[in-house]
């Protein structure tokens, strides 16, 4: 008998795999287009052998081409493709690649019902239900012999338990829990149970809907990208196509207006900035992301009233790519822009652009002078660098120690407390799933439902990096925070000691934060600042010497 179950389990488990996919069923496959695409490609490493094949033979995944959730499908005889979050891909054996379209605020991922396998005839769920556990139970368990036709009730298995509360979670539409059943199956390398919970969340996520609606749909991105791409180098080319640099500054503004966790970092750095540079009279502030150098304004402006009159400062700004094209050009812009601002308020002003990623910065590329009181400031950037989990060369612990050796007045640390450093898939996943939710939830109050930039600001500002998170591995992965506390113990091991916080500026931002929502907390803990909504801390701000 047991021989005759092995048999017929062996059949059911071919039929489950590899069952040739009819040309009606390919519509119901995931569909995702975050960000408007052009096609290009990355190689795949020859190592992979996992195969998205796994659906079919060949398919070519589809895309919301119209608010009336229309689907065109492009179907090639040789390959087929996929770009997720508009990074394009490329497999040895497959090639998946969505075709160019937009967005718009009624676009969602909805799917036809007749999709999911999820069925409206109890006994054929129960049915499809008893064949899964005789998949996952194995040929010699006693279960099998003994369960009667209440399925849901015959069992204690850890394993069955957990797929009555999916079957239980997808009709009463906790997305929460279905995105976390998806994320521990890829984890488990259930491939099976992935791809089908994946058909049932395009049903359950919409960019248009409650925050998480919202943040699920940028989440599933990155899981459909994840099994896509079997940890590839998703992002090694970002060949896809993005707004105009003034639409995604337009966008990065709205952001940094909305939510006060950008004006907190920049507040309490140019509060322990200005308290370190009180007595001083040639100023020099290295900015390692001065991006459009909006942080400097109000320090210009408060070095403009000093009693006594300003000091000279000289600002050097390290450049990215990134910063870059947001601009819309070179740091000359910042340097231009920051110039005439500090020309308005009399102060004394030089700026210096260091065109080097932060990662190959060097002394000589600082413009280092004697007589100058240094101060280095690390707003957001750090957690780009790669440390020695990604490379031998430790470009993070690199550059704090490089920092080190100028002999620094003060230098300021900001960054998200979030640990998606070194964790792994699974724990990271549910990390990046509690720190968006509350940042999705802090929009939300912020910004009506219906703007009509609220889409464009979530999309081009924060899925990037959700999807960077959840489908990227190695040196793909750009995005890895660290909490504050691994922060302290990198720059204690280089040699720093703490520089505390003023009085002063722990004031300014509590009353910064009485312009949004009393859900917003600020806390002082150790010498450091934390900001938080509710009972999530989102942004961790800190000085050193």
Request: proline share 4%.
């Amino acid at each position: 008998m047991k021989a005759t179950q092995r048999s017929k389990r062996s059949a059911m488990s071919d039929s489950l795999y590899y069952q040739p996919m009819k040309k009606e069923e390919a519509c119901y496959l995931p569909q995702f287009q975050m960000f408007d695409n052009q096609l290009g490609g990355i190689n795949r490493s020859h190592g992979e052998n996992y195969s998205i094949q796994t659906y079919s033979d060949r398919y070519c995944m589809l895309e919301s081409s119209s608010p009336t959730g229309r689907y065109a499908v492009h179907n090639s005889a040789s390959d087929v493709s996929f770009i997720p979050n508009g990074s394009p891909i490329s497999h040895q054996e497959s090639q998946l690649c969505l075709s160019d379209g937009h967005f718009s605020p009624e676009t969602n991922y909805n799917s036809p019902v007749s999709g999911s396998c999820i069925t409206d005839d109890v006994s054929d769920f129960r049915h499809k239900l008893k064949e899964l556990e005789t998949v996952m139970l194995g040929p010699d368990s006693d279960i099998l012999e003994s369960c009667d036709n209440s399925l849901l009730s015959c069992t204690t298995s850890p394993e069955i338990d957990c797929w009555r509360q999916m079957m239980e979670a997808i009709p009463r539409g906790d997305l929460k829990h279905v995105l976390i059943a998806c994320a521990k199956a890829e984890s488990d390398g259930d491939l099976l149970t992935a791809q089908w919970l994946i058909s049932e969340l395009r049903q359950m996520v919409s960019v248009s809907g409650e925050p998480i609606q919202r943040l699920g749909a940028y989440i599933l991105e990155g899981l459909v990208a994840r099994l896509a791409a079997s940890g590839s180098s998703i992002y090694k080319s970002l060949e896809c196509k993005q707004p105009a640099s003034f639409e995604l500054l337009s966008y990065m503004h709205i952001l940094h207006e909305i939510c006060p966790y950008f004006k907190f970092g920049y507040m309490s750095a140019n509060g322990a900035i200005a308290e370190a540079m009180k007595d001083e009279q040639r100023v020099h502030i290295i900015d390692f992301q001065i991006a459009q150098g909006r942080q400097w304004v109000t320090l210009i402006q408060a070095f403009g009233a000093r009693p006594g009159g300003p000091p000279h400062i000289r600002i050097t700004g390290v450049d990215d790519s990134t910063s870059a094209y947001v601009r819309g050009g070179g740091l000359n812009i910042v340097g231009k822009r920051l110039s005439k601002l500090a020309e308005s308020f009399k102060v004394p002003f030089e700026f210096h652009a260091a065109s080097v990623s932060s990662s190959d910065v060097q002394v000589e590329n600082l413009g280092i002078r004697p007589g100058e009181a240094l101060a280095v400031n690390f707003a957001f950037v750090l957690h780009h660098m790669p440390d020695e989990s990604v490379s031998t060369e430790n470009h993070r612990d690199q550059l704090i120690r490089l920092v080190k050796s100028l002999n620094p007045k003060v230098v300021t640390l900001v960054e998200q407390e979030s640990n998606t450093n070194t964790a792994a898939f699974f724990p990271r996943f549910l990390e990046t799933l509690d720190y968006y939710t509350a940042m999705f939830a802090s929009i939300d109050v912020t910004l009506p439902r219906a703007h009509k930039e609220r889409i464009n600001v979530e999309q081009h500002c924060l899925a990037r990096d959700i999807v960077n998170i959840i489908a990227c591995e190695g040196i793909e992965r750009v995005e890895r925070h660290e909490l504050l506390g691994k922060w302290k113990s990198r720059f204690r091991m280089a040699g720093f000691s703490p520089y505390p916080l003023s009085s002063l500026v722990n004031a300014t931002i509590k009353n910064l934060l009485e312009n949004y929502c009393d859900k917003y907390h600020l806390e002082e803990r150790d010498g450091s600042l934390y900001l938080g909504w509710m009972n999530r801390d989102l942004v961790a701000s800190c000085a050193w010497m």
